[in-house]
């Protein structure tokens, strides 16, 4: 995630005012500075599998978080305004459970996990 400490965000306050100062017009550009950022990052590590795995996740976890924010809320509003695509009440993918013990599921019979992993057990 992409919350460091606000001492920690101080090393990082000239390149922020810079970037503040420019206009990114495109997707292009904008993946052109990721991209930089990135190659930045590796440009004094060990070319090891842990460090380009961190480099590629770092990426996705701000996209990921990303999404959460901004685009999330706006998939929710346009799902209000137009209304769902789907009955929750016949088809609900909601579960907030594991699953592991199918006998003590107390998800409705027409629950999404009923039909997968929270089967009933026959005796």
Known sequence: MPYIKQEDRDQYKEFSECLNK???????????????CMIKYMSDKEK???????????????????RRRF?????????????????????????????????KCSCPKNCYCKQKTCKEIKK
Do not use: M
């Open 22 to 36: 420019s206009t990114i017009k495109s997707k292009g550009e904008l993946e052109y500075l990721i991209f930089s």
């Open 48 to 66: 090891r599998y842990s460090t380009l795995h961190d480099c590629t996740y770092a990426a996705q976890h701000c996209a990921d978080e990303f």
């Open 71 to 103: 685009l999330d809320k706006r998939e929710d509003q346009a799902r209000n305004e137009n209304g769902d695509i789907i009955e929750q009440e016949n088809y609900d993918l909601s579960c907030n459970h594991a699953n592991e013990v199918p006998s």
